[in-house]
């Protein structure tokens, strides 16, 4: 069960669209369509924004997307706003009623 | 109104264990996956475990059910007081890398796919555990 990779950090402008990827294998990410992503900013609980890969939570702004390709997962902020600046991770299932988190992700808008 | 309300801090030393306690309103236990995720200082989250009412190879609702990770198989138990609707995380053997957040989380509804559970939409406020001497 080790973690899904994301990458360190990412980073933008206000405006500007990034995209988080989450790679797994094809044993947790590859196999199931239920996977999730969460923001977390500092000193508080995660959040969910993303879930069934897709779908968003109501409340959940249309600028937050999530799709999935192969192994990998990913998550774009498009219209990257201030408050997007947090970290982020991606979850999946992984077989035999267990689940995994992404390494996370920290996001700074420039 | 639903929530979930953590037991306080606690500090204990290696090799010691520790009950954290979940209080689940709002029939949370009888109808969600809860589930435990800590996230050591500074670090990412990690997923522990879960504990529902019935799930996977029985799929049959009213019986308590539990999976763990890998990592926490020989030192954590899930279980829940069925008078008060609170549900306990014990960890034992305590170490210092033991040190952090634990969140009691709520899952899916138990009416989706197992392989939906791991969608965390309702955290409790935390509870911080410090393992030192």
């Known amino acids: 069960q080790s973690a899904l990779t994301q990458p360190r950090s990412v980073s933008g402008s206000p405006g500007q669209s990034v995209t988080i990827s989450c790679t797994g294998t094809?044993?947790?990410?590859?196999?199931?369509?239920?996977g999730s992503w969460y923001q977390q900013h500092p000193g508080k609980a995660p959040k969910l924004i993303i879930f069934d890969v897709s779908e968003r939570p109501s409340g959940v702004p249309g600028r937050f997307s999530g799709s999935k390709s192969g192994n990998t997962a990913s998550l774009t902020i498009s219209g990257l706003q201030a408050e997007d600046e947090a970290d982020y991770y991606c979850?999946?299932?992984?077989?035999?009623?267990?689940?995994?988190f992404g390494t996370g992700t920290k996001v700074t808008v420039l | 109104q639903e929530q979930l309300v953590q037991s306080g801090a606690e500090v204990k030393k290696p090799g010691a264990s520790v009950k954290v306690s979940c209080e689940a309103s709002?029939?949370?236990?009888?109808?969600?996956?809860i589930h435990w995720v800590r996230q050591a200082p500074g670090q990412g989250l990690e997923w522990m475990g879960m504990f529902n009412r019935g799930f996977g190879i029985t799929a049959n609702r009213g019986h308590d059910s539990t999976a763990y990770a890998q990592k926490f198989q020989d030192r954590v138990t899930m279980t829940r007081d069925t008078s008060t609707d609170t549900v306990y995380m014990e960890l034992r053997s305590l170490r210092s890398d033991d040190t952090g957040l634990y969140y009691c989380v709520r899952g899916a509804s138990l009416d989706r796919p197992i392989a939906a559970a791991g969608t965390f939409d309702f955290w409790g406020q935390g509870t911080l555990i410090t393992v030192s001497s």
């Open positions: 979850c999946s299932y992984a077989g035999s009623y267990t689940y995994v």
């Open positions: 094809s044993i947790d990410v590859g196999t199931f369509n239920y």
């Open positions: 709002g029939n949370i236990l009888s109808n969600y996956y």
